[in-house]
């Protein structure tokens, strides 16, 4: 079945740590990868996103993530987090069929970043 | 300025009642989704539409309906048969997949609440 997962459900760290969120998908076929940031009582915001290209994609707020294909992995990564880093991360998929311009996005059940000031 | 409208934002019924969410985009998007939101569960996936006319179940579309007559527009009717139907619900709206990024938009969500 086709399933994005996430393993950490909570990562507590202390700030100018490192922080590496993993995520795995299940599919076969050609995918689009996303993470989501939502900070505390606020919507979803795309962080990055990868469809094609350098496999290292860099986003918003010093963020970074790298598509391991062989390993059907999308791991966000950020070299020193801040006070501000806490909230719950999302990984998205969107699988794309080959022979059709349609799609589906699932996600994976978050993890929960907490930051020790 | 181009986006997806849920309305209401907050939403009660009493148990036993059917209550249809609206999700409105005018981004011209071809595919619309339909996602519930709970805590410790990520986002899960009730329907989505890759076009007017056509939708398809989800991971857990159980209890759930949906319709897409117009490309704008992909309403979301929770029956009575939902068992737990109290989430937040999330509408989202991605282009077609044309070698381009499709990462989706999302709208504001609207909270359901039934007692």
């Known amino acids: 079945a086709q399933s994005v997962s996430q393993h950490n459900h909570h990562v507590i760290l202390s700030e100018a740590a490192s922080l590496e969120l993993g995520c795995n998908y299940s599919?076969?076929?050609?995918?689009?990868l996303f993470w989501y940031v939502q900070y505390p009582g606020q919507h979803l915001q795309l962080l990055l996103k990868?469809?094609?290209?350098?496999?290292l994609v860099k986003g918003i707020k010093g963020f970074e993530a790298e598509f391991i294909k062989s390993k059907f992995s999308f791991n966000l990564r950020k070299p020193s987090v801040q006070w501000s880093d806490t909230a719950e991360y999302f990984c998205?998929?969107?699988?794309?069929?080959?022979?059709?311009?349609?799609?589906?996005?699932?996600f994976g059940s978050g993890t929960r970043l907490s930051i020790r000031p | 300025d181009g986006g997806i409208t849920q309305s209401p934002k907050y939403l009660f019924r009493k148990e036993g009642q059917n209550v249809t969410l609206s999700c409105e985009q005018n981004?011209?998007?071809?595919?619309m989704y339909w996602y519930r939101q709970d805590p410790g569960q990520g986002l899960r996936l009730i329907y989505y539409?890759?076009?007017?006319?056509?939708?398809q179940k989800g991971d857990i579309a159980e209890g759930y309906s949906v319709s897409r007559e117009k490309k704008e527009s992909f309403p979301l009717t929770v029956t009575s048969a939902q068992k737990n139907p109290t989430a937040f619900y999330l509408c989202?709206?991605?282009?077609?997949?044309?070698?381009?990024?499709?990462?989706?938009?999302f709208g504001q969500g609207t909270r359901l609440t039934v007692v």
């Open positions: 998205a998929v969107n699988l794309l069929p080959r022979y059709s311009s349609a799609s589906k996005i699932i």
């Open positions: 990868y469809f094609s290209g350098d496999p």
């Open positions: 981004l011209n998007h071809d595919a």
């Open positions: 599919y076969g076929g050609t995918v689009n």
């Open positions: 989202a709206s991605t282009p077609r997949s044309t070698g381009g990024s499709t990462e989706a938009f």
């Open positions: 539409s890759q076009i007017v006319n056509d939708f």
